[in-house]
């Protein structure tokens, strides 16, 4: 099971903190990621990490203003928002596969969470 928290509402220019933690054996061994649906739109990827945070991919609308990490002993992976702009107002998904190699493809992810809403707006 994955719970996301840290959403809300933030001015174009601010940051957020999105977290997600996770119980039973969604975790371990496991490539996370975060994934956004925008209001009207299809979900799409935002940023991917593997077990041992040797490998992060990020999506070209967040490259640069956004960090995915990682902490295993805590089950809990992050996603750093900076400058945040209005395009980035979506549902926050975290998910999860049970794979060592990340990836931006949503289908090949087995479990996820029940969304965070962000909304950037001034």
């Known amino acids: 099971q994955l719970v996301e928290s840290g959403g809300g509402l933030v001015q174009p220019g601010g940051s957020l903190r999105l977290s997600c933690a996770a119980s039973?054996?969604?975790?371990?061994?496991?490539?996370m990621a975060w994934f956004r649906q925008p209001p009207g739109k299809e979900r799409e990827f935002v940023a991917t990490?593997?077990?041992?945070?040797?490998?992060?991919y990020y999506s070209e609308a967040v490259q640069g203003r956004f960090t995915i990490a990682r902490d295993n002993d805590k089950r809990t992976v992050d996603q750093e928002m900076n400058s945040l702009k209005v395009e980035d107002t979506a549902v926050y998904y975290c998910?999860?596969?049970?794979?060592?190699?990340?990836?931006?493809?949503?289908?090949?992810?087995?479990?996820w969470g029940q969304g965070t809403q962000v909304t950037v707006s001034s």
């Open positions: 039973g054996s969604t975790f371990s061994g496991s490539v």
């Open positions: 990490i593997n077990y041992e945070s040797t490998i992060k």
């Open positions: 998910a999860g596969r049970f794979d060592t190699h990340p990836t931006a493809r949503g289908s090949t992810y087995q479990y």
